[in-house]
């Protein structure tokens, strides 16, 4: 019996080693995890735009990925500025780990074009999502059947080539202004007609206000399968599975290629321990069978990028879109 005692309190040290060991999360994450961060509030996702945007759709296809981890979500938008409205309203959310918004290349561009006050440097940046790409079309009865009537236009009359799109600074208008440049015409004199949502940028271009229109192909896809627009090019490297018939810029004779992408962010404020724990939460939302079936769905491409990884990214964003808003004269 003395044996047997002097041996115990080794065996259930061991006992307890195993039972850690055995009791790990399978994900190997660390530390608290988004419902110990959340406790008794519901995480809550901005949209800044309006409904039907590439950010709405994000933000929503998040509240449906998201449902079996977190459970339920809200889902709200602020709209107008390309996301600098809602940007200058989330930044008074600091310290709340409770509060994400979508973002992404849109507001970046928009910042600068809008002098805004704020930029992603008052958030805390925590994971990329999705790329997508911009889609050149023209209503289904126009004259112009192809890129390279487009780009003979542009050249011989920029002004007369009105193009209507997203947010002034966006990526629609980022590609506007290389579409000149590449056309030879002077990117400083594009007629752009800035939109805050897809269904007014639609009826610009359908009631004859615009010449083309420039948008995410994800939101413009349903008017291009039933025919009230063509689609004329895409800006992807090669063709898009969901656009099979439509040839690149490149294909179609204008040497410019231009990828949108999409991510979240958290206000600034938060501690470490949150911003990991939230990352944690977004990077297993992409590894959800609803988020895998919203990319095929959509047209997204998938583009993950967490943590430190992602804040440089941003950060290199940043500086590159200044640059190059500045060379095509939107700056």
């Known amino acids: 019996m003395g044996r047997i005692r002097r041996w115990l309190p080794a065996a259930v040290a061991v006992l307890a080693t195993v039972t850690v060991v055995l009791t790990a999360p399978e994900d190997g994450h660390a530390g608290s995890t988004a419902r110990d961060v959340l406790g008794e509030r519901q995480l809550r996702l901005m949209a800044p735009a309006s409904p039907g945007g590439g950010w709405d759709q994000t933000t929503r296809e998040m509240q449906e990925s998201l449902r079996e981890l977190v459970g339920r979500t809200e889902v709200y938008n602020v709209s107008g500025a390309g996301g600098t409205i809602g940007l200058s309203q989330f930044v008074r959310y600091d310290g709340d780990p409770s509060q994400l918004m979508a973002t992404g ?35 289904a009865d126009s004259e112009l059947t192809d890129l390279a009537g487009v780009s003979a236009a542009m050249s011989a009359d920029l002004p007369a080539v009105s193009i209507s799109g997203g947010s002034a600074g966006g990526a629609e208008h980022i590609l506007a202004g290389l579409m000149a440049k590449a056309a030879g015409a002077d990117p400083a004199q594009v007629s752009y007609v800035a939109h805050s949502g897809g269904g ?46 439509v040839p690149t810029m490149r294909e179609a004779g204008m040497d410019v290629e231009l990828q949108n992408w999409r991510g979240v962010v958290a206000p600034r404020g938060i501690t470490a321990e949150q911003e990991q724990a939230l990352e944690d939460l977004l990077v297993d939302m992409t590894e959800t069978d609803a988020w895998r079936s919203a990319l095929a769905e959509r047209g997204w491409g998938e583009a993950t990028l967490a943590g430190e990884e992602f804040e440089r990214f941003v950060r290199d964003e940043q500086e590159r879109v200044s640059q190059v808003l500045a060379e095509i004269g939107l700056g």
Do not use: K, W
Not at 216 to 243: C, Y
């Open 105 to 139: 290349l849109i507001m970046v561009g928009a910042v600068v074009a809008n002098e805004s006050r704020y930029s992603l440097e008052d958030t805390t940046p925590l994971v990329r999502l999705t790329t997508d790409y911009q889609v050149i079309v023209v209503p």
């Open 200 to 245: 007014e940028m639609l009826s610009t271009l359908l009631s004859g206000r615009s010449t083309i229109a420039i948008s995410g192909v994800s939101e413009i896809a349903p008017q291009i399968e039933a025919g009230t627009v063509r689609a004329l090019a895409v800006s992807s490297p090669s063709r898009l599975d969901s656009l099979p018939d």
